[in-house]
Structure formats: structure tokens, C-alpha cells
């Protein structure tokens, strides 16, 4: 039974809307320029994210799609090109699971409710709205039974699922994944696929770095990305 997230402040707006009426990208690149240690990551990369939709980042390793993901959160400035966000203060960026720090001393149901600092404030306490968000968005990706585990004490794998439930309890319009299937079994991969499901039925606008589209629901789009100079 999968318990959908209530994502997406836009999504009681976008029903009000006449129904001609096209969505406005959550956030549009255009002709990105991107070098990192003197080379060339990112020569020229469009890509265009709306509400609703899943966009797929797709390419062989060390092609850029971890940098364009940076430039998407606004992590990275690019060299050229412009980043154009209908909201740039409602941005989730998961990240891989490998950058999670073994060292840090909270647990899994506080990691998760760090999605909602922006909401509540940094360090006060939730609100019973806010309890709600995080326990749905733990039980969204299946860790709500290891909610009180130290995060030091994850598989890799539950730590994926972990950051997963804090992007989605953080209700953005705009979530950023970096390779959200990875180190995930086939249950766990149904869960996050079922989640992403949600997330843009419920009008947000995903865009997921992947190195496998069979394993995410169907993207609206896909930018592909070249192999890194010298590989080809
Ligand atoms: N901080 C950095 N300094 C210099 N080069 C970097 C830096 N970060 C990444 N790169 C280089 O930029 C290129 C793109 O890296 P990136 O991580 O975006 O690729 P990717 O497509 O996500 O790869 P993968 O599929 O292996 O995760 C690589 O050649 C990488 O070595």
C-alpha cells in the first residue's frame, strides 16, 4: 500500500487553472557551460523541468550529470548559460547516500525531519502538520520502522532511502535526485518509484540523475549527456 506524500504547494493552484493553460517550467537551463579543473564538464546543456513531470539526466560515468544537478539546486554558478527557477526557495536536492557523513550523531526520524527546518525553523520543534509530513514521507520509502536508528548505523541502501524521505518531506516544488535507485533492492525500488509517482501526480517536478530509466516511472523527458572528452 503506498502512502502518498502530499507534495507540491502548487498542486491545489494548478487545478484552478483554466486547463489551456501551460505549465511554467520549475526550472529552466539553457546553454550551461560548466569546467571543473580546467576541463569541460557541461558544454551547452538545455534542459527544461515542469510541474508534474519527471525529467531523466542520463550518461556514462563522468559525463556531468552530478554537475548539472548541482547547477539545477544552485550549488554551482555555470561559467555560461542561464538557470532560471520559477522558485528558487523551494528546492529539494537529494543527494547520493554517499554523502552522508558516518559522523553524524542524529537518527533517521530526525534526519528526515531536517526536511522541514525550512518550514518550522532550525531546531524548533515540529509542529503536529509538520510530525505528519515526515512520519508520511518516512513511510513512504519503508524506513518508518527504523525511524529511531542512528543514521552511522544504515546500509547503504536504508541511507538512500533515508535522504530520499527527507527531499520529499521537504514538500518542494523542484526535487533533485542523484541516482535515487542506487544500492536499492527490488522492494525498495518499487518504494522510490512509487514515491516519485506521487510527488508528480501531485504536481511537482523531478528531475533524477539515473544510470537505469527501466527502474524510474516513465520520464516526460530525457537530457542526454555526452560521454567526457577523451572517452568517446
Ligand atoms: N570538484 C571537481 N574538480 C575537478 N573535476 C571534477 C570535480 N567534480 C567533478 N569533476 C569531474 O567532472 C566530470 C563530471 O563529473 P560528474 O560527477 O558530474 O559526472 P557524472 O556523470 O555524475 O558521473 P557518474 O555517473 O560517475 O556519477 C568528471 O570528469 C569528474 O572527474
Do not use: Y
Request: with cysteine; net charge neutral; aromatic share 2%.
Amino acid at each position: 500500500m503506498v502512502t502518498c506524500v502530499p507534495v507540491a504547494p502548487t498542486a491545489s493552484s494548478r487545478s484552478d487553472r483554466p486547463a489551456a493553460a501551460p505549465a511554467s517550467p520549475a526550472v529552466r537551463a539553457a546553454g550551461v557551460h560548466v569546467d571543473l579543473g580546467g576541463r569541460p564538464v557541461l558544454r551547452g546543456v538545455d534542459l527544461v523541468a515542469l510541474p508534474g513531470e519527471m525529467t531523466a539526466i542520463v550518461g556514462p560515468n563522468g559525463a556531468g550529470k552530478s554537475t548539472l544537478l548541482a547547477v539545477l539546486a544552485g550549488l554551482l554558478q555555470p561559467h555560461a548559460g542561464r538557470v532560471e527557477h520559477a522558485d528558487a526557495a523551494s528546492i529539494a536536492f537529494v543527494p547520493q547516500r554517499t554523502a552522508l557523513s558516518d559522523r553524524l550523531p542524529i537518527t533517521v526520524g530526525e534526519l528526515v525531519a531536517m526536511g522541514r527546518w525550512q518550514h518550522a525553523g532550525f531546531w524548533r520543534p515540529l509542529s503536529r502538520a509538520d510530525r505528519a509530513i515526515v512520519a508520511d514521507a518516512l513511510d513512504t520509502v519503508g524506513m518508518a520502522p527504523l525511524h529511531r536508528r542512528p543514521v552511522a548505523e544504515l546500509s547503504g541502501g536504508q541511507r538512500q532511502r533515508a535522504l530520499i524521505a527527507q527531499g520529499l518531506a521537504q514538500q518542494a516544488r523542484l526535487l533533485l535526485l542523484d541516482e535515487p535507485m542506487a544500492s536499492l533492492d527490488a522492494s525498495a525500488r518499487d518504494a522510490v518509484a512509487d514515491a516519485i509517482s506521487c510527488a508528480t501526480a501531485a504536481g511537482t517536478a523531478v528531475v533524477a540523475v539515473t544510470h537505469d530509466l527501466d527502474a524510474l516511472p516513465p520520464a516526460g523527458s530525457i537530457v542526454r549527456l555526452a560521454p567526457p572528452e577523451g572517452d568517446h
